[in-house]
């Protein structure tokens, strides 16, 4: 099984479009206000392009709701979370940092990837982001399936009540 290559990269969102450079590579200076959403990619992205051969389309998530963290404990300062429900394929969630604001998304799973559309909590705009997803074996009940997991984040089995709200507050949004 191959790996997952992460790195530090530069974000950069103009008039809808996202453009991604790595650290090595000259980019555009930081914005002066940047929303959770951009300051947590800046930090720490997962290379999609980079993603291991075993990334399938069979990849997927039951009906629920969910929580992926960029580390395996809930309510960490510094750290990005991801919370979001998702039903018959279509999601809507948001990206938070404990104690801070928050970003609300939508969107659905693709063959690969979550593909989504982000409303930046400062000035309201949105942009795609996709997340790609990589296939993780489980065992139910003796039966063998795959289970999608967002590059990058872990899942984390138990949702607070700070979880539940954001997500309440970013359904009534849509």
Known sequence: MGGVITGIIWIAVDSNTVNVFPTAMNCPAAPQTPSLFSTALLLTVSLASMAPAHVAASATLADGRYLYGQVPEANRDDTTYMVFELQDGKMVGAFYQPRSSFDCFQGQIQADTMALTVIDSYDQTAFNYEVALQDRSTLVAGVAGTAANPVG????????????????????NQ
């Open 153 to 172: 984040y872990h899942r984390i089995s138990s949702l607070s009540e700070l979880d539940h709200r954001l997500l309440d507050t970013c359904q009534a």
